[in-house]
C-alpha cells in the first residue's frame, strides 16, 4: 500500500547495478536500505525555500522501514548542523518497482492521551505574518498495523507500531506512529524524484571464504 495512491516511474531500475568499471563521480543509490551516514543532496521547493540555496547537502542518521500488508516504507532521517528533515520512500502496491517519495518534518513527539481522532487541525506560522497562524485540518484516511525496524550507528531496533494517516484538503500528509503510548506526528508533501540525489556511505566489504 502506497501512502498516497500515486507515482510514476522514472525510468531506472532500482534495483539494477551499473557495470561501470570506473565511475567519475557518485552515481544515485538505490531508494531503499540506504546506508547510516549517506549523504542526500535535496533540492525540493520545500527545501531551498528554507534553506536559501537551490540544494541542500543532509547526513542520514536514522532509517525506518515500516513493514505491513502491502506496506512497505523508509523514513530516512536527514540531518545537517541546524536542523533535521525526513525523506520518506514509499513503495507503490501492485508494482515491482514503483515508489513515491516525500518530504517530512517531525512535527510533534508526546504520549498518548485520549484516542486519536477522526479530524486533527495543525497550526503553522505565517509567513507573512508574524502574529498569525495558518490552520490545517488533516482528515483520517487509513490505519495501518506494521513491524518498525529503526537502524542507526548503534545497531537496531524493532517495534510493532500502527500508522494513522491523514491527509488536508490541500494535498498535505500527516502520518502518525503509535509505538507503544508513545506518538510520533510527520507532516508532508509529496516531492518528485529528481529532487534526490544520494551519495551512499561505503559498506563494509563481505569476507570471502
Same mark, same amino acid.
Given at each position: 500500500?502506497?501512502?498516497?495512491?500515486?507515482?510514476?516511474?522514472? %525510468?531506472? !531500475?532500482?534495483?539494477? #547495478?551499473?557495470?561501470?568499471?570506473?565511475?567519475?563521480?557518485?552515481?544515485?543509490?538505490?531508494?531503499?536500505?540506504? &546506508?547510516?551516514?549517506?549523504?542526500?543532496?535535496?533540492?525540493?521547493? !520545500? +527545501?531551498?525555500?528554507? +534553506?536559501?540555496? !537551490?540544494?541542500?547537502?543532509?547526513?542520514?542518521?536514522?532509517?525506518?522501514?515500516?513493514?505491513?500488508?502491502?506496506?512497505? #516504507?523508509?523514513?530516512?532521517?536527514? #540531518?545537517?548542523?541546524? @536542523?533535521?528533515?525526513?525523506?520518506?520512500?514509499?513503495?507503490?502496491?501492485?508494482?515491482?518497482?514503483?515508489? @513515491?517519495?516525500?518530504?517530512?518534518?517531525?512535527?510533534? @513527539?508526546?504520549?498518548?492521551?485520549?484516542?486519536? &481522532?477522526?479530524?486533527?487541525?495543525?497550526?503553522?506560522?505565517?509567513?507573512?505574518?508574524?502574529?498569525?497562524?495558518?490552520?490545517?485540518?488533516? +482528515? #483520517?484516511?487509513?490505519?495501518?498495523?506494521?513491524?518498525?525496524?529503526?537502524?542507526?550507528?548503534?545497531?537496531?531496533?524493532?517495534?510493532?507500531?500502527?500508522?494513522?494517516?491523514?491527509?488536508? %484538503?490541500?494535498?498535505?500528509?500527516?502520518?502518525?506512529?503509535?509505538?507503544?503510548?508513545?506518538?510520533?506526528?510527520? +507532516?508532508?508533501?509529496?516531492?518528485?524524484? !529528481?529532487?534526490? @540525489?544520494?551519495? &551512499?556511505?561505503?559498506?563494509?566489504?563481505?569476507?570471502?571464504?
Amino acid at each position: 500500500m502506497a501512502l498516497f495512491g500515486r507515482g510514476k516511474k522514472d %525510468g531506472r !531500475t532500482l534495483f539494477g #547495478r551499473r557495470k561501470d568499471a570506473e565511475l567519475k563521480k557518485p552515481v544515485r543509490h538505490d531508494l531503499v536500505d540506504i &546506508p547510516i551516514d549517506s549523504m542526500i543532496e535535496l533540492s525540493d521547493i !520545500t +527545501t531551498y525555500e528554507e +534553506t536559501g540555496d !537551490t540544494s541542500h547537502v543532509f547526513k542520514l542518521v536514522i532509517r525506518k522501514k515500516y513493514e505491513g500488508d502491502s506496506l512497505c #516504507r523508509y523514513m530516512y532521517h536527514v #540531518r545537517d548542523a541546524e @536542523e533535521e528533515v525526513v525523506l520518506g520512500v514509499d513503495h507503490i502496491a501492485g508494482t515491482k518497482e514503483e515508489y @513515491e517519495v516525500s518530504r517530512w518534518i517531525v512535527d510533534d @513527539e508526546c504520549e498518548l492521551g485520549d484516542p486519536l &481522532p477522526d479530524h486533527i487541525t495543525l497550526y503553522f506560522p505565517d509567513p507573512d505574518n508574524d502574529d498569525e497562524d495558518i490552520a490545517v485540518e488533516y +482528515t #483520517r484516511q487509513d490505519v495501518v498495523p506494521a513491524v518498525l525496524t529503526v537502524t542507526n550507528a548503534e545497531g537496531e531496533e524493532r517495534f510493532d507500531v500502527e500508522l494513522h494517516e491523514y491527509v488536508s %484538503g490541500d494535498d498535505e500528509f500527516m502520518s502518525i506512529e503509535l509505538c507503544g503510548d508513545w506518538l510520533t506526528f510527520y +507532516t508532508g508533501v509529496l516531492i518528485r524524484r !529528481t529532487d534526490i @540525489e544520494i551519495y &551512499p556511505a561505503m559498506e563494509p566489504a563481505s569476507k570471502s571464504k
